[in-house]
């Protein structure tokens, strides 16, 4: 990894999605949630970023704490 990647916002989104589906899938949802937020921040508008976001909207409708979609494992 070359420094000039680290300040690509698609390689900076591309990263975190990656780490958040990661440890979502398997059901670190505290560790997920906050590299979802990454991805979404980084400002690149490509197909991980409505991923992320589609991703936290089913979260927060689902009403409940990360703890709680931990023990639904809810994706």
Do not use: F
């Amino acid at each position: 990894m070359k420094d000039s990647d680290t300040k690509d916002p698609s390689y900076v989104s591309s990263v975190a999605w990656i780490l958040g589906v990661t440890s979502a899938q398997a059901g670190r949802y505290d560790e997920a949630n906050p590299w979802l937020q990454v991805c979404m921040e980084a400002g690149a508008n490509i197909p991980p970023r409505n991923r992320a976001s589609g991703t936290l909207s089913r979260w927060k409708t689902a009403g409940c704490g990360l703890s709680e979609l931990t023990r639904q494992r809810i994706n």
